[in-house]
C-alpha cells in the first residue's frame, strides 16, 4: 500500500512563494499519475494540478494557471508544487494524491491521499 507524506506548508504573506513536497513510499511511484488538491476553510476539495507518470504532461485549476508549478522526481519518489504570487484565496489543506490518469485524478478519481499540510497566506 502507498503512504503519501506532505510537507512545505506554512504561513506566508500575499505575494509570496512556497514549495510543497510529497514524497511517496512504495515501489511503484514512477508509474502512476500524481495531483495536488485543496480544501479551503468551509468548502469541498478541489483539483489543483496533475502530473503524468513520467512528469511530460500536466494540468492545472484555471484558479492557479501560470501561477503555480507541479512537478516530480522519480527517482527521489517525490511529488512537487512550487506556488508563486499567492493570495488569501489559496489558503487551505492541500493533498497530494495517487492515480492511473491526469484525467481521472482532475475528475476526483484518487487510489491514494496523502494527510495534507496546511497553507495560509496572509493578506
Known amino acids: 500500500q502507498e503512504q503519501l507524506m506532505e510537507s512545505g506548508g506554512g504561513l506566508v504573506q500575499a505575494g509570496d512563494s512556497l514549495r510543497l513536497s510529497c514524497v511517496v513510499s512504495?515501489?511503484?511511484?514512477?508509474?502512476?499519475?500524481m495531483a495536488w488538491f485543496r480544501r479551503a476553510p468551509g468548502k469541498e476539495r478541489e483539483f489543483v494540478a496533475a502530473?503524468?507518470?513520467?512528469?511530460?504532461?500536466?494540468s492545472y485549476a484555471d484558479s492557479v494557471k501560470g501561477r503555480f508549478t507541479i512537478s516530480r522526481d522519480n527517482a527521489k519518489k517525490t511529488l512537487y508544487l512550487q506556488m508563486n504570487s499567492l493570495n488569501a484565496a489559496d489558503t487551505a489543506v492541500y493533498y497530494c494524491?495517487?492515480?492511473?490518469?491526469?484525467?481521472?485524478?482532475?475528475?476526483?478519481?484518487?487510489?491514494?491521499w496523502g494527510q495534507g499540510t496546511q497553507v495560509t497566506v496572509s493578506s
Open positions: 502530473i503524468s507518470p513520467p512528469g511530460f504532461q500536466s
Open positions: 494524491a495517487e492515480g492511473y490518469s491526469t484525467t481521472a485524478l482532475s475528475q476526483g478519481t484518487v487510489n491514494y
Open positions: 512504495g515501489r511503484t511511484f514512477s508509474l502512476y499519475a
